[in-house]
T-cell receptor
Framework: GAGVSQSPRYKVAKRGQDVALRCDPI?????LFWYQQALGQGPEFLTY????????KSGLPSDRFFAERPEGSVSTLKIQRTQQEDSAVYLC???????????????FGPGTRLTVL | KQEVTQIPAALSVPEGENLVLNCSFT??????LQWFRQDPGKGLTSLLL?????REQTSGRLNASLDKSSGRSTLYIAASQPGDSATYLC??????????FGTGTRLTVIP
């Protein structure tokens, strides 16, 4: 079956350019997450959506980072005025919603590797 | 803030050996713990998920244990194969919905 897809897979930007990264979650998955993975590090949380609502954006490193999910399915992560320190792999994950303790499995996309020159 | 540590950072073993990867976390108030596999240039593949009320999970040659009170988890891989070569990440979910990841263990299985 179709998993989480992301595009583009690779993006090279000049410092100061704006970029937009796309995530298509698994159909029917209510929750959507963005993570940033620097080279040699584990992924770090950026932001979380439940349907179209952005419930947590505490991990966004600066106001240059903006995410949206207007119809509760596809999500876009936008980075304005890119800097060299933004170079990383950006991972998207989706999951079903299960309330209470425990938690559903998160399924990850292949990521977008962003290089800022 | 939850801190997740994985040791060793890298491990190289001959094919057929059994091995253990370690993960520790500082805040024991977790909802669940997941072990992932990451191949170079690829995303994350979920291997096992252990809910906070569980002690272990098994899938094929993989067995993961969880000791929440001591903040530790282990991933046991039996009869390792070259195809097991990858980076293994553990991640915990706390009260927030997101996951906190360790930095991973890079495993190489030598034929």
């Amino acid at each position: 079956g179709a998993g989480v897809s992301q595009s583009p897979r690779y993006k090279v930007a000049k410092r100061g350019q704006d970029v937009a990264l796309r995530c298509d979650p698994i159909s029917g998955h209510v929750s959507l997450f963005w993570y940033q993975q620097a080279l040699g590090q584990g992924p770090e949380f950026l932001t979380y959506f439940q349907n179209e609502a952005q419930l947590d954006k505490s991990g966004l490193p600066s106001d240059r980072f903006f995410a949206e999910r207007p119809e509760g399915s596809v999500s876009t992560l936008k980075i304005q005025r890119t800097q060299q320190e933004d170079s990383a792999v950006y991972l998207c994950a989706s999951s079903l919603l299960r309330r209470g303790t425990g938690g559903p499995r998160q399924f990850f996309g292949p990521g977008t590797r962003l290089t800022v020159l | 803030k939850q801190e997740v540590t994985q040791i060793p950072a890298a491990l190289s073993v001959p094919e057929g050996e059994n091995l253990v990867l370690n993960c520790s976390f500082t805040d024991s108030a977790i909802y669940n713990l997941q072990w992932f596999r990451q191949d170079p240039g690829k995303g994350l593949t979920s291997l096992l998920l252990i809910q906070s009320s569980q002690r272990e999970q098994t899938s094929g040659r993989l067995n993961a244990s969880l000791d929440k009170s001591s903040g530790r988890s282990t991933l046991y891989i039996a009869a390792s194969q070259p195809g097991d070569s990858a980076t293994y990440l553990c991640a915990v979910r706390t009260g927030a919905n997101n996951l906190f990841f360790g930095t991973g263990t890079r495993l190489t299985v030598i034929p």
